[in-house]
């Protein structure tokens, strides 16, 4: 068994953020800030990212001994997410499961498509879900590149198959079925909301004392939340939703919103018995009143 604390995560789960931050406090010396444009960790010298179990395999048959580690658990559809942490827990000494909290889903769905994938998030992320099912079902010629679909069928197509793949990937809501003795598990909402205390249950939890103090990683923490354009998503849609089918509700002007959360509105009308009059329609409402002059109910 290694002495290696992996942090397991799905992509866009600040997964690289909370290794770079572990192993900034473990050494006496100057900070140097990860963040990319695009409000990710990427730019990290520190850490070991193993990629997914293919990768982790390699390792634990090597001869290299990591402090800390990153993975991927799941990345196929046919992978069980129980199986492959406790594999991982059988051949390392420690692991932090860092998850999304329910309060993130919209989040860690938009964190997946925007910051991870080189190139156009839609022909990468979508490509990777289901990309048969528009060709198949929308009047498009075959050989028209995803990113060039006209918009509407983007956001339907997201709205139908983007959230429950992902939802599948992360095994929605996992931390309800599972523990282990040697796993903490911390949530997104965790890690943004109570950092400080998390990272002192870290330390106690891992049994590695810190050299950094603390109070200058959490001016580190503040530019990292400063830098997430996803963060508050979730509430900002659902009010979207909540004002499109209640009438009774105030008005609520969001401008222009990326395509994610098009889908995602989309998606939650359904939800909650509504579908939108959709077709051809490349520019999403900028309030919940034009919104709603486009739903009808289904149920």
């Not at 406790?86 to 989040?107: G, N, T």
């Not at 769905?109 to 289901?130: D, Q, R």
């Amino acid at each position: 068994m290694k002495d290696t604390l992996v942090i397991a995560y799905n992509g866009g789960a600040y997964g690289t953020y909370l290794e770079w931050v572990l192993n900034s406090l473990l050494k006496d010396e100057p900070l140097r800030l990860p963040f990319t444009t695009k409000g990710n960790s990427h730019a990290s010298k520190l850490g070991h990212h193993l990629g997914n179990m293919s990768g982790f395999r390699k390792y634990i048959n090597s001869d290299n001994t990591f402090v800390t580690a990153r993975i991927h658990p799941k990345t196929e559809k046919t992978h069980n997410l129980k199986v492959n942490l406790e594999y991982i827990l059988d051949h390392v000494s420690r692991m932090i499961f860092l998850y999304p909290d329910r309060s993130h889903e919209l989040m860690g769905v938009s964190n997946y498509m925007t910051k991870i994938w080189l190139g156009h998030y839609y022909e990468n992320a979508m490509a990777y879900i289901n990309p048969d099912d528009i060709y198949n079902n929308y009047d498009v010629d075959p050989a028209t590149d995803l990113k060039d679909l006209p918009v509407w069928i983007q956001r339907e197509h997201m709205s139908f198959n983007l959230f429950d793949a992902w939802r599948d990937q992360v095994e929605w809501y996992f931390p309800d079925q599972w523990r282990h003795d040697r796993a903490m598990i911390i949530t997104t909402r965790e890690l943004f909301d109570d950092f400080e205390n998390v990272l002192q249950q870290i330390e106690n939890f891992w049994g590695r004392s810190y050299k950094k103090n603390l109070a200058e990683m959490m001016h580190a923490h503040s530019q990292m939340i400063a830098l997430q354009p996803h963060l508050d998503k979730d509430r900002l849609c659902a009010e979207i939703v909540d004002s499109a089918i209640n009438p009774e509700q105030s008005t609520i002007e969001f401008g222009d919103i990326d395509l994610v959360s098009q889908a995602w509105i989309q998606r939650q009308l359904r939800n909650n018995g509504y579908e939108m009059k959709c077709q051809d329609l490349n520019d999403f409402p900028i309030d919940s009143n034009q919104l709603r002059s486009l739903i009808y109910q289904i149920r």
